[in-house]
């Protein structure tokens, strides 16, 4: 390899071969994919690259050193580095990564860390010029003298001076036998003996060599642009076509295959390992500085150059024919036909035909004036014409004369021959038969439609039979007449896409969403779907090949081998440059492929199935998302069972479409499948225990990594899963038991007291609604209106209060009652009082707009003794203008309702000087029982009952009345 320092000092000079230069600029390309600043890239000058051990790829570009995994870029820098240019990557036993920069500093990385190399010793006077690592890991290092760093970097001993040869010398390198060579100044080469340094004898012509390659032993003359190969103790001029025609070379590389790559200041080229050009000498990347190639363990050739990035070529035989770098007018190609000469004919979205020639170039066959894709491009060998769909049918006559023939049809999508005086034509609107005369000249008035309905595809079987693809179904015609073909299975219609026929006879329909069907004798003997391998159930394309059928769809193409059934899929990690193929052709040796992004040919030979395996490695682990020191096991609290497991597969050719498997024995034995975006597993909440975690990779072909990337943990258990704390929990849990059944017991008892005192507060709540003195009241006031012969006042008072006897009774047997019974009961006590004061009392009962009594449930005989005191203390002693209101209001809370009895009586105070001259001095027996009875009501209850007693008053301080305020929980019924 040479030392970049002189690669960028040689002035570029392009030799004239405008023969080969001028073919290669309007040629075909291998398909590549590109890597530049937008994907990370630091730079897109990019000196060196190197596949590391493990599998990922290094790059030395101009303002840094990146490793990439397939997925993002990972850079490093230093900054006392004089300049962050590097190149010249080489990895040594160890798995260290070194290179130098334009400043002649020497670096390394060692596990994820760039340093600068620092000298043990006393340092050389110079700067470093060129460096090399052999199989030992010591590094030779030449500064003008030669210098060796021993593998723990702990020593560097001067091994050869200048002044040995007199001469300084510029730069060493290990071949890949790992043996050791020096070039002096004056181009000199030497390697190095047992007894001393021998000089690499070359041919008399050579002045003098600047670098050396050791994959394949290249040696290269920059002043010549020759290059040699080193063969026993002789430099031998490599003898490949055209090579000294070559803009100036930078490298020559020999890869694992056996394929010579020589890269220049203009492209890069191949030769196979007997010398022959690969691809008739066609530059690849033409216009490009290549600076290096590589190529990786799965087959994919990379291409770094200085200011375009890095190129990655998936497939060295593929090839790929578009606007850029061939005659092509549109890059959108729909069909593809060959003519009896096996000329391939292509249909273009602009309305054009274009044909390959023999020598490779794409030439104008055809413009049919319209702007719109061709639709159908069909070859008949009897009239030795194509018959072209384009908005109208045209009629080609191939090479040498290209006479056509038009005729206007709407909208044809597919044509077929129909013997030799007949055209099978599918519209956008139907299916009908054209017939024409043997000049190829139609006659529209005598068109046939068989089917008024949108087809797509035509075949037409040798014989009579012939079938159309409507958007309903598929349809075979014999005999004049046409018949349905339902799928045998379930008798449904088939939607065809497209049709082939193979060299037994057999029809294979491709269709919309069922994949393909196999027919012979219109009988189904082979069906082909997702469920046994079929990329995907939509077939574009079908192309037979002898024992072989191409498939197209909308992911790639498919190779089935019918005696075998094996599919292998071609996809873009193969190196299409679309998953979308819109037609296929076959000749001898390729398969081309039509694409919206040109025309593409394929080797038959090509290999599909990537057999190496990924890479696999774990890259972080994180607990409560904190990162941790990556280890091989963990040992953890109880408390830090929430984990983030990263990990890592190396799948280059899987364009990122690869997957990993990973599952934690101890939690479960069943693998979880991921795609590779998804690169790490989480587990929230571990229980106790002891686990192990594996993953690994698989590429797009399911080959799964050789090695089980592995973690172990374990989530100790808290204390109280500990022996002797379950021991004190059983004695606490005993105690504890204990103590909830002496509570439940006392809970029980008072619970049996509360109800036996809510019992007694009902019926001493009746007893106050039937006290003595109000029953002796209400029967002396009938009595009255008896001896007086007020019959009827009789009557009614007498109903009233034998209503209001049976309502208390029927209430007083419930707990909740009814808003509205509690209503009507206070409404007739109220009524009857009111004889008894001899109508001085007025009382009024209201109830708020909100409140629907019929729906409320309120505690039973709650509100009568209030009412009755309000009487008894504020109203009796009051001569004249007794006033009572009993108002029901909504409360501000839910499931609430304010009840508010009010009096202009004489008030408490008052009332009380009066019960204190009384010889029979007692409590209201009414209030002492219902203020019992509020409280066994309340008790353990969240909602309350709340009461609240104002006195009101005059400005003077004068009794106005009393109110009484009942704030109360109510149920709905």
Request: charged letters at 20%; hydrophobic letters at 40%.
């Amino acid at each position: 390899m040479p030392n970049t320092q002189r690669k960028r000092r040689i002035t570029g000079r392009i030799l004239a071969f405008w023969s080969l230069l001028q073919g290669a600029a309007l040629a075909q390309q291998a398909p590549m994919w590109q890597l530049t600043d937008l994907d990370g890239l630091p730079s897109l000058t990019v000196y060196d690259l190197h596949q590391d051990r493990e599998g990922f790829i290094w790059m030395a570009t101009e303002i840094g050193m990146c490793r990439y995994d397939g997925q993002q870029f990972t850079c490093f820098f230093l900054p006392n580095a004089l300049s962050n240019a590097f190149s010249y990557i080489q990895e040594d036993v160890l798995g260290r990564i070194w290179f130098n920069n334009f400043s002649g500093q020497l670096f390394y990385i060692q596990e994820g860390k760039m340093q600068l190399f620092q000298w043990p010793n006393t340092p050389p006077a110079a700067n470093i010029k060129s460096y090399a690592v052999d199989k030992k890991g010591q590094v030779w290092v030449v500064n003008g003298d030669l210098y060796c760093i021993d593998a723990n970097l702990k020593m560097a001993r001067p091994v050869t001076r200048a002044s040995h040869f007199e001469k300084a010398l510029t730069d060493v390198y290990i071949d890949q036998q790992d043996r050791l060579y020096i070039v002096l100044v004056s181009g000199e080469m030497y390697e190095k003996k047992a007894q001393g340094w021998q000089l690499i004898a070359t041919d008399k012509n050579q002045r003098g060599i600047r670098a050396f390659f050791k994959e394949g032993n290249f040696a290269l003359d920059h002043l010549r642009n020759l290059l040699y190969t080193k063969e026993d103790k002789k430099l031998t001029p490599v003898r490949y076509a055209q090579i000294e025609q070559f803009a100036p070379i930078i490298k020559a590389t020999t890869d694992r295959e056996g394929f010579h790559w020589i890269i220049t200041y203009d492209g890069f080229y191949g030769f196979d390992p007997l010398g022959s050009p690969l691809h008739g000498g066609l530059q690849l990347l033409p216009g490009k500085t290549v600076s290096d190639l590589i190529l990786d363990r799965e087959g994919n050739y990379w291409m770094s150059t200085l200011r375009s990035g890095v190129f990655v070529m998936p497939a060295r035989d593929i090839l790929i024919y578009n606007t850029l770098n061939s005659g092509l007018s549109d890059d959108r190609i729909f069909k593809l036909a060959f003519d009896k000469s096996a000329r391939l004919y292509l249909g273009l979205s602009n309305g054009q035909v274009m044909q390959l020639t023999p020598n490779g170039k794409i030439e104008a066959a055809f413009d049919t004036g319209i702007n719109h894709e061709i639709e159908g491009l069909d070859y008949s060998p009897m009239q030795d014409f194509f018959w072209i769909a384009c908005s109208q049918i045209f009629g080609l006559k191939p090479y040498p004369s290209l006479k056509s023939h038009r005729v206007e049809m709407h909208n044809p999508k597919s044509i077929r021959a129909l013997g030799d005086t007949a055209l099978l034509i599918a519209s956008g609107q139907s299916c009908a038969i054209l017939p024409f005369t043997s000049n190829a000249i139609f006659e529209p008035t005598k068109a046939i439609n068989l089917r008024q309905r949108r087809t797509r595809c035509l075949w037409v079987e040798p014989g009579q039979r012939f079938w159309a693809g409507y958007e309903d179904g598929l349809y075979f015609y014999e005999n004049g007449n046409g018949y349905p073909w339902l799928d045998p299975e379930n008798n449904r219609p088939v939607i065809a896409l497209s049709f082939a026929q193979d060299e037994q006879g057999n029809l294979w329909v491709g269709t919309i969403n069922q994949g393909i069907y196999v027919l012979r004798q219109k009988k189904v003997i082979q069906r082909f779907t997702t469920q046994n391998g079929l990329s995907s159930n939509y077939i574009k394309a079908l192309a037979p090949d002898k024992d072989v059928v191409w498939i197209a769809s909308e992911k790639g193409i498919q190779k089935l081998n019918r005696p075998t059934k094996q599919l292998e899929f071609i996809g873009l990690q193969d190196g299409l440059v679309s998953k979308e193929i819109l037609d296929l052709a076959v000749s001898n040796q390729e398969v081309w492929a039509a694409t919206h992004q040109g025309l593409m040919r394929i080797p038959k030979t090509i290999r599909t199935f990537n057999q190496i395996p990924p890479s696999i490695r774990l890259t972080g682990v994180s607990v409560w998302e904190e990162a941790r020191p990556l280890q091989a096991a963990y040992d953890l609290n109880y408390g830090d069972n929430n984990l983030k497991i990263e990990f890592l597969g190396l799948a280059f050719r899987s364009r990122k479409d690869y997957q990993y498997k990973y599952r934690l024995l101890g939690l479960s034995d069943e693998w979880v499948y991921t795609q590779s975006a998804n690169n790490f597993a989480r587990f929230p909440s571990l229980p106790p225990g002891n686990y192990i975690f594996q993953v690994k990779a698989l590429n797009e072909d399911g080959v799964e990594s050789l090695k089980t990337a592995e973690l172990k943990i374990r989530i100790r258990p808290p204390f109280w899963q500990k022996p002797w704390f379950m021991v004190l929990a059983l004695l606490a849990l005993g105690g504890l038991a204990y103590g909830i059944y002496q509570n439940r017991i006392r809970r029980l008892n008072t619970k049996s007291h509360y109800e036996q005192n809510l019992r007694a507060s009902q019926l001493t709540a009746l007893r106050a609604q039937m006290n003595p003195h109000f029953i002796f009241n209400a029967l002396n006031s009938i009595q009255d209106y008896i001896l007086q012969n007020e019959k009827q006042l009789a009557n009614e008072f007498l109903g009233k209060f034998a209503d209001l006897m049976r309502l208390t009774l029927n209430l007083s047997a419930q707990s909740w009652v009814r808003l509205s019974d509690e209503i009507r009961l206070l409404e007739l006590y109220l009524s009857l009082e009111a004889l008894r004061f001899e109508d001085t009392l007025q009382y009024r009962v209201e109830i708020g707009p909100q409140l629907q009594p019929q729906h409320i449930l309120i505690p039973s005989l709650l509100l009568q003794p209030y009412v009755e005191n309000a009487l008894k203390h504020g109203l009796l002693h009051k001569k004249e203008n007794r006033q009572l209101w009993v108002r029901f209001l909504s409360a501000p809370h839910p499931n609430r309702l304010i009840c508010e009895i009010e009096d202009n009586g004489i008030g408490r105070e008052k009332a009380a000087e009066i019960r204190k001259k009384r010889s029979n001095l007692h409590q209201s027996f009414a209030t002492s029982a219902t203020q019992n009875r509020l409280d066994l009501l309340n008790f353990g209850k969240t909602e309350k009952i709340w009461l609240v007693i104002e006195d009101l008053k005059t400005e003077n301080n004068e009794a106005l009345g009393t109110r009484v305020r009942l704030d109360i929980h109510y149920q709905l019924s």
